[in-house]
Each structure stands twice: as structure tokens, then as C-alpha cells.
Nanobody, 124 residues
């Protein structure tokens, strides 16, 4: 399974970005999907997750109300819409796939497959 993120970039505080994750090698329906991020000098942190069929989503408190995770299973894509961005959202953002047939998780150990990451920089 391969995951490729895109859509990162430089944006001013208060702006928006939409990250995309293209999944190949196996149908995305086999996985719950998540987004994580890692800021310089910090550990990788959970951002958002979505269930296999998209009916359940789960967000970190720091992004709740500002970020929205969605999936297009027909096209094997996952998205992260990020609004009202803050400088503290600056990080490398990673897409990940969880094969566990359960609720979406915020634990990185549940995710078996990871993308290479895309940089998001929010200027103040």
C-alpha cells in the first residue's frame, strides 16, 4: 500500500489549505484513515481520523471545529480541509492507513502504512 500526500504549502494565519492523500495498492475501503503531524523538535501527533465507511470521524482537541477529514472511497482519496490556520499548526502532515476493523483511532501504533509527508507552514 502506498500513500502520497499533497497540498501543503505556505499560508498566512487565518487562511486555509486542503491536503490530499492518494492511496494505491489496495482499495481504501479496507482501512480507516488518519492524519498526523510532526512539528520541529516535537513528537508526531494525532490530528484526525475517519472510519472505513466515513460515518465516524475523530479529531484532536486542538483542531476540532477548524479541520475536517473526509474520504472519497470511489477514488481512493482522503482529504484534510484546514481552516482558520494558526502558526502552531505548522508541521509536516502525514496520511496513514489503519487496517483494524474498529473505530478510528488517534494512536499512531494502529496505523500500518504511512505517506512521506507534506509540509504546512503558517506565518503569523
Amino acid at each position: 500500500v502506498q500513500l502520497v500526500e499533497s497540498g501543503g504549502g505556505l499560508v498566512q494565519a487565518g487562511g486555509s489549505l486542503r491536503l490530499s492523500c492518494a492511496v494505491s495498492g489496495r482499495a481504501i475501503r479496507s482501512y480507516a484513515m488518519g492524519w498526523f503531524r510532526q512539528a520541529p523538535g516535537k513528537e508526531r501527533a494525532f490530528v484526525a481520523a475517519i472510519s472505513r465507511v466515513g460515518g465516524t470521524t475523530y479529531y484532536a482537541d486542538s483542531v476540532k471545529g477548524r479541520f475536517t477529514i473526509s474520504r472519497d472511497s470511489a477514488n481512493d482519496m482522503v482529504y484534510l480541509q484546514m481552516n482558520s490556520l494558526k502558526p502552531e499548526d505548522t508541521a509536516v502532515y502525514y496520511c496513514a492507513a489503519d487496517p483494524t476493523p474498529s473505530y478510528p483511532s488517534g494512536s499512531a501504533t494502529r496505523y500500518d502504512y504511512w505517506g512521506q509527508g507534506t509540509q504546512v507552514t503558517v506565518s503569523s
